[in-house]
């Protein structure tokens, strides 16, 4: 099932749909001006850097989270270098959808690339191990999951082998709940016959049709028009994402079902990488650490906020026993981790809570 997920998406966190329907906008290394998480200004400058410039494609927004993470390594790049690196970012899909960066990647032909973490079931099966149905507990053990190192090598080496990209940097975004029209549904027997707008991706419709419901994929394009107009009963995301698509506006029962983590993932062509010469590869390895420090502040209170905002906006936040949510989808959690021979990462990512 996760092998077959050839997906391009548009909406940050969100769902399929077309790349490129707004224009992006292209900044440089030298021109950060992200207001927060900026990179730590005593950076120290990597000696015998020879001169280069990288193309960073990513599909979000520019008021993302993940472009903060961008402005950052852009940044760091840029210090680090002492100015002979820099990064141009395309944002809002300009050059690529997510799918098809990663394919760029492979061939070489785009240098970095953002991209929700569940599009490495493209490449490897196992590679999306981080959307499974409640793998983690906490944004807290999220966070120890990508900087633990028995973890990144775990995935670098899957995704080095079988995509021919390199894995610079993982971000854990925040749990995935439903937000649904009917605000009377308050349980797990409410899901039943539901249906739920949901991205192509397996392991979120596997998780809701154990709910009972009835999960459809749709555009992440045409999300809010689906619930607008009954096509859907409601969608998933989480809260930033919720907030900045203003599906509050269709659906105010945001149910905190927190089905799915969402991590997503920088990466380098692998070919690109390899290309480089040490200085080159320490600046990266540098900047990447140093972005992802950012992105991590910079979001230290970015869900919660989005949460009140939700609020604010008359969203009615709703808590729910999550034991039925997670035995329903035990099985198969379960399942992934036997057929991929993923019990010792499993049990790594457990003891981090």
């Known amino acids: 099932m996760a092998a077959a997920m050839a997906v391009s998406l548009t909406a940050c966190g969100g769902g399929t749909g077309s790349a490129g329907g707004t224009e992006g906008t292209k900044s440089s290394g030298q021109e950060a001006e992200t207001d927060s998480g900026q990179v730590s200004a005593d950076a120290a400058v990597v000696d015998g850097v020879e001169e280069l410039t990288l193309t960073l494609s ?6 993302d989270s993940n472009h903060v993470y961008a402005e950052a ?6 210090k680090l270098s002492g100015g002979k690196m820099t990064v141009d970012i395309y944002a809002n899909g300009q050059l690529f959808g997510q799918a098809d960066a990663l394919s760029a990647l492979s061939q ?3 240098d970095i690339a953002l991209s929700d973490t569940a599009l490495f079931a493209n490449y490897d099966p196992s590679g999306a191990l981080f959307d499974m149905p ?6 807290e053990q999220a966070i120890k999951m990508v900087r633990d190192e028995d973890v990144l090598s775990f995935i670098r080496g899957k995704m080095a082998e079988k995509g021919g990209f390199h894995v610079l940097s993982i971000q854990p975004l925040y749990f995935r709940s439903s937000l649904v029209k009917n605000k009377d549904i308050n ?7 539901l249906i739920m707008r949901t991205p192509e991706a397996p392991h979120t419709i596997a998780a809701f049709e154990a709910f009972g419901a009835n999960p459809t994929v749709i555009p992440s394009g045409e999300a809010y028009t689906a619930v607008q107009t ?9 809260p930033e994402y919720v907030y900045l698509q203003k599906f509050y506006e269709v659906a105010q029962n945001y149910v905190q079902t927190k089905h799915v983590f969402t991590f997503t993932a920088y990466s380098m062509s692998q070919k690109v990488y390899d290309g480089l010469s040490d200085a080159q590869k320490q ?3 540098e900047a990447s650490v140093l972005a992802q420090d950012a992105f991590l502040e910079y979001t ?3 869900f919660e906020d989005s949460m009140k905002k939700l609020e604010e906006e008359g969203v009615q936040i709703t808590e729910v026993d999550l034991a039925p949510f997670k035995e329903s989808t035990a099985s198969y959690l379960q399942n992934f981790i036997t057929d991929n021979n993923l019990q010792e990462v499993f049990d790594k990512i457990q003891s981090l809570k």
């Open 230 to 238: 009954g096509v859907a009963d409601g969608l998933e995301g989480h």
């Open 58 to 63: 990513h599909h979000c927004s520019e008021d």
């Open 73 to 78: 390594f852009a940044e760091a790049v840029n």
């Open 134 to 139: 409640y793998l983690v507990d906490s944004r």
């Open 283 to 285: 600046v990266i390895d």
């Open 187 to 193: 349980s797990f027997d409410g899901f039943k016959g």
């Open 300 to 302: 230290s209170t970015l």
């Open 108 to 110: 070489g032909t785009l």
